[in-house]
């Protein structure tokens, strides 16, 4: 496979840290997840399937959200508003929300404005809501973005009456980042009577046996090998790996094989042994999460599932 020009560089600028005598390459970073259709497929394919589903927390993420329904219809009261999708997926996480507020308000208008870093997400979600036509679908050209623009987004939903944002992220995506500098973004492009939906998991004490669940999926696998793939690397010269440490679950590969990597005018020496984390998830414990949510937000609300093991705030400015 062709080497990636954004994966090699994120390799050469984050370099190396040595751990004892093991060298580990740290390029977690979910931009680097869905670069391709393929790999967008692969995150899609494991976010579908039941002992994923259920290692994460979406059930439980998902009743959360509907028995906090009532709740966000009080907060917009008779305005009509944008829901705004950060990491949208195929959009389906949010249209079990917006298929709950419709039920309990049936004359509830909004629109629908999925943001993703992933076209492909993108397209998919928009095909999720085209199916179920349960409200209008913002397309624009910021649909395809980071969350860093979000400041420059969301002024230009506030359109055609539609003066209010909803934001939510949904299925864990707020450990796959810096916490305050994430939440900062979000705060950044809210303005008065906006609304902000989190859904997470928090550290119940169960990591360990979350990771190990991982480190066998095959489908984790097949979502992440992309990665070492367009680096250029083979399937044989490496091996998955999922550890919780340092409050985060790693999804990682560990090199079976010397090998020298060049690609343009650089180069890259693996040496057996060394291991390329690709992917980190934070459990953040609850009474931390609160911390970090009060620093931004001027009014928040949490609700924690039965099994304390997913959280879910409703935060307002």
């Not at 195929?90 to 509830?108: C, F, H, M, N």
């Not at 459990?283 to 009014?299: E, Q, V």
């Amino acid at each position: 496979m062709q080497v990636n020009d954004l994966i090699f560089k994120e390799l050469l600028k984050r370099g190396y840290s040595l751990e004892g005598n093991t060298r580990v390459w740290n390029i977690a970073d979910s931009k680097l997840w869905y670069l391709t259709p393929e790999q967008a497929k692969g995150y899609l394919s494991l976010d579908s399937e039941p002992n994923y589903r259920n290692a994460t927390g979406q059930p439980q993420g998902q009743d959360l959200l509907k028995e906090s329904a009532q709740e966000i219809l009080e907060l917009v009261g008779d305005a009509v508003f944008n829901i705004v999708d950060l990491g949208c997926g195929d959009g389906k996480k949010a249209a079990s929300l917006i298929i709950e507020l419709k039920k309990q308000r049936p004359t509830l208008k909004l629109r629908y404005c999925p943001v993703d870093i992933s076209g492909y997400m993108v397209s998919a979600a928009i095909e999720t809501f085209s199916k179920l036509k349960i409200g209008e679908i913002v397309e624009f050209k910021y649909n395809i973005s980071d969350f860093e623009n979000l400041e420059n987004i969301t002024p230009l939903l506030r359109k055609e009456g539609f003066k209010r944002n909803v934001i939510l992220l949904l299925g864990n995506t707020l450990g796959n980042f810096e916490v305050n500098e994430l939440l900062y973004e979000i705060r950044t492009g809210m303005t008065d009577g906006d609304v902000f939906i989190v859904d997470t998991a928090i550290d119940d004490h169960k990591q360990e046996a979350r990771a190990e669940s991982y480190r066998l999926n095959k489908q984790a696998n097949e979502w992440m090998i992309h990665i070492p793939l367009q680096l250029g690397l083979t399937r044989k010269e490496v091996e998955f790996g999922a550890r919780f440490r340092n409050q985060r679950i790693e999804i990682y590969y560990s090199i079976l094989v010397d090998k020298n990597i060049k690609f343009q005018d650089k180069s890259v020496r693996f040496t057996k042994g060394d291991q390329i984390i690709v992917a980190v998830g934070y459990k953040h414990d609850l009474s931390d999460l609160l911390t970090y949510l009060n620093m931004h937000f001027d009014a928040v609300t949490v609700k924690v599932s039965h099994d304390k093991s997913k959280v879910l705030a409703i935060c307002t400015r």
